[in-house]
């Protein structure tokens, strides 16, 4: 098993950047795929990013392509999401996930941080 605990998040205006982290304790955190997903009140879980176990092969949602970055460093059992140029639509709470293997799909995941909230204003 993994625990997974996201940090990082807070209130930005537009245009302003964040970086979130996610720290990982158990299972070396390279024996998993890891993803980023969020959820805006009253809407669904949607996927945001995922990185290979090595760190390679980064994949984006098409609404933050060019703006989000996805990194890990197994070293330091962490995983990162640069959020650059932020908009007011990408408010919603941050969850980071593990998985088995390279999934978008959030039902595929095995472990799930608690969550950050993130907030753009206009």
């Known amino acids: 098993q993994v625990q997974l605990v996201e940090s990082g998040g807070g209130l930005v205006q537009a245009g302003d950047s964040l970086r979130l982290s996610c720290a990982a304790s158990?299972?070396?955190?390279?024996?998993?795929?890891m993803g980023w997903f969020r959820q805006a009140a009253g809407k669904e879980r949607e996927f945001v990013a995922v990185?290979?176990?090595?760190?390679?092969?980064?994949y984006y949602a098409d609404s933050v392509k060019g703006r989000f970055t996805i990194s890990r460093d197994n070293a330091k059992n962490t995983v990162y999401l640069q959020m650059n140029s932020l908009k007011p639509e990408d408010t919603a709470i941050y969850y980071c996930?593990?998985?088995?293997?390279?999934?978008?799909?959030?039902?595929?995941?095995?472990?799930w941080g608690q969550g950050t909230q993130v907030t753009v204003s206009s």
């Open positions: 990185i290979s176990r090595s760190g390679g092969s980064p």
């Open positions: 996930a593990a998985a088995r293997a390279y999934y978008t799909s959030y039902s595929l995941y095995d472990y």
């Open positions: 158990g299972r070396a955190l390279s024996s998993y795929a």
